[in-house]
């Protein structure tokens, strides 16, 4: 019987809380849950199975089928970092049908650290409201990312290949959540994937008459900034590009 779920992201940090668990708790009653969006990067996956062999408890996958541009034209709302509806459809309620088909379930642990524990009262609320109590291991231990890394690294785990490529997470490549400085890195690594993205926005933006991923945080007012004006932007070298805009993840919990 499942008795406690750990949430898998892709990135260290949701093995590490994991890992954490196991190592105080031990792994019966435990599953791991991936709410795969399709997004992510194909070495992600490859991490995905190295950490639920590492963890050894059984590797559960969920999926609504559905592009984040599917979300997005359902909603007639292009998600930004604001309000990103594609974790809510493609990771969020996957995830919570899951669990309700698996009466028992009391604990849920996420991957949150203790820098981003000021997400914590409203991450227990919302899955507290479904009646479950949620586990935060690296904010009780006081565990950053790097540390995460060094743990997994002694462990023999080979990290996702998105952190060696200076991404701050390992998750989605598009991600909606994310900033500048992220979008620049998917037009330099995987020009595919941006002119995709770059493609679908716009199509989107014709239909619905406004909306983008991003924001011009240079501009008074912070006006949308397209993925067409980015890579423009990249290209003519233009001063306006924050390199340093990362965004968040912050996405499922």
């Known amino acids: 019987m499942i008795i406690t779920v750990g949430t ?16 105080a708790n031990g792994t ?33 996958r969920v999926t609504s089928g559905r592009d984040i541009w599917e979300v997005f034209r359902a909603h007639r ?30 604990g849920i642990i996420v991957g ?4 981003e524990q000021h997400r914590l009262a409203d991450i227990t609320a919302r899955w507290g409201a479904d009646g479950l109590t949620v586990l935060a291991p690296l904010v009780e231990d006081v565990w950053g990312k790097r540390r995460a890394q060094d743990l997994a ?8 290949a998105m952190y060696g490529m ?23 690594q995987w020009p595919d994937v941006y002119a995709r993205h770059e493609a679908q926005e716009t199509a989107l933006r014709a239909e619905l008459g406004q909306g983008a991923i ?5 501009e008074p007012g912070a006006p ?12 003519s070298h233009a001063p306006q590009l924050d390199l340093f805009e990362e965004g968040g993840c912050g996405c499922f919990t």
Do not use: M
């Not at 898998?8 to 190592?23: K, Q, T």
């Not at 949150?112 to 820098?115: A, E, H, N, Q, V």
């Open 28 to 60: 019966d009653g435990l599953a791991l849950l991936f709410a795969d969006t399709g997004e992510e990067d194909p070495d992600t996956y490859r991490f995905l199975d190295d950490a639920a062999a590492d963890l050894g408890a059984p590797l559960y």
């Open 8 to 23: 898998l992201s892709g990135g260290v940090g949701s093995w590490a809380a994991c890992r954490r668990w196991i190592d």
């Open 224 to 235: 949308a900034l397209t993925l067409t004006q980015l890579r423009q932007r990249a290209e």
């Open 166 to 188: 200076g991404f701050g997470h390992a998750n989605c490549r598009g991600c909606v959540k994310a900033g500048q400085g992220h979008w620049l890195r998917v037009l330099e």
């Open 112 to 115: 949150i650290d203790w820098s």
């Open 214 to 218: 991003l924001r011009d945080w240079s």
């Open 77 to 106: 709302w292009i998600g930004n970092s604001k309000l990103a509806h594609c974790s809510w459809d493609l990771k969020t309620e996957p995830s919570r049908a899951w669990i309700a088909d698996h009466p028992g379930i009391t």
């Open 153 to 160: 690294e002694r462990r023999g785990l080979r990290l996702p």
